[in-house]
């Protein structure tokens, strides 16, 4: 008898303890690992990354709840209830909503065009389309100023009025539709939307159960960044709105004017709305998504 021949003759003789898992012949089988199994550097890791998160975004957010918290519900629901908070809030989450859903169709048809088809100028484009990426907010609102403000070349003046809060809107959000589509469009197969043509099928049904349901989800994370950037959005309202209450004032601008007043439960108790709506907004495009994917 060999050592390995032994071995397994003890294997086989071997006890199995109550309840262990056993094959057809009664041998205990092997256990397999854990899928939650981490190694001490994954470990590690995991600990670094939940650490960095947490100090991020974790504990400011938790911060600004307490805050918010802080002169009870009914201090609480007063900031929130006050006519003017419900102004900004209304035209924030409004405006927002409407970017959005332009940029949904607009940012869809611009990444398409970028990858589907070959004209001149075609690098131009890829590099003006991250201008407000890398422009500061404060001179994106001078750009949009000289553009529409009293001195607009264009002949109007959309200077203290809430169509300059829908252009600075729609002006920062803009990329973010583009960049997440396209990389999809690029690994898409032809072969797929060709076979779907030769099945028959035409080219509306081809997008709609064929690349749509490929697009959904890079659409619908383009579209909650595109709202949350439009939501929070300051710097490039500043000087094309006005900022007037009850007019043009947006949210993060009221969030700005409690600070200055001293006032930091009132911004605690309306920042914490945005966070709420944002959170609404993301879950429910994700959702969107999904079932988007599982019709197709």
């Not at 670094?48 to 201090?75: D, H, K």
């Not at 803009?174 to 999809?184: D, E, S, W, Y």
């Not at 700005?256 to 914490?272: F, N, Q, R, W």
Request: with cysteine; charged share 10%; proline share 6%.
């Amino acid at each position: 008898m060999t050592p390995a021949t032994g071995t397994l003759e003890a294997q086989e003789l071997e006890p199995v303890p109550p309840g262990a898992a056993t094959n057809a012949g009664g041998r205990r089988q092997p256990r397999g690992k854990s899928a939650t199994s981490l190694t001490p550097v994954s470990g590690l890791g995991l600990g670094i990354a939940l650490t960095w998160f947490s100090l991020l975004v974790l504990i400011p957010l938790t911060a600004v709840l307490v805050q918010a918290s802080a002169g009870g519900w009914s201090a609480y629901w007063a900031a929130l209830t006050s006519p003017q908070t419900l102004a900004a809030l209304k035209l924030t989450v409004g405006q927002a909503v409407l970017v959005t859903a332009l940029n949904v169709i607009m940012g869809t048809m611009i990444a398409w065009v970028l990858v589907r088809d070959q004209f001149r100028g075609k690098q131009l484009l890829e590099v003006v389309i991250d201008i407000p990426f890398a422009l500061p907010t404060i001179v994106a609102g001078l750009v949009l100023l000289s553009l529409y403000g009293p001195s607009s070349p264009l002949g109007v003046n959309w200077a203290n009025t809430r169509v300059a809060v829908f252009l600075a809107f729609l002006f920062v959000t803009l990329p973010f539709i583009v960049r997440t589509v396209q990389p999809v469009l690029l690994e898409l197969e032809h072969e797929v939307e060709e076979a779907a043509a030769s099945l028959g099928a035409s080219r509306f049904t081809t997008f709609r159960l064929v690349i749509l349901p490929s697009l959904a989800p890079a659409i619908t994370s383009g579209a909650a960044l595109s709202f949350c950037r439009a939501i929070s959005e300051y710097g490039s309202l500043v000087l094309l709105s006005g900022n007037l209450p009850y007019s043009t004032e947006v949210a993060s601008v009221r969030i700005m004017s409690s600070v200055e007043g001293d006032k930091l439960t009132e911004a605690a108790a309306v920042a914490s709305i945005l966070l709420v709506v944002a959170l609404i907004v993301i879950i429910t495009l994700d959702l969107v998504s999904r079932r988007v994917a599982r019709y197709a």
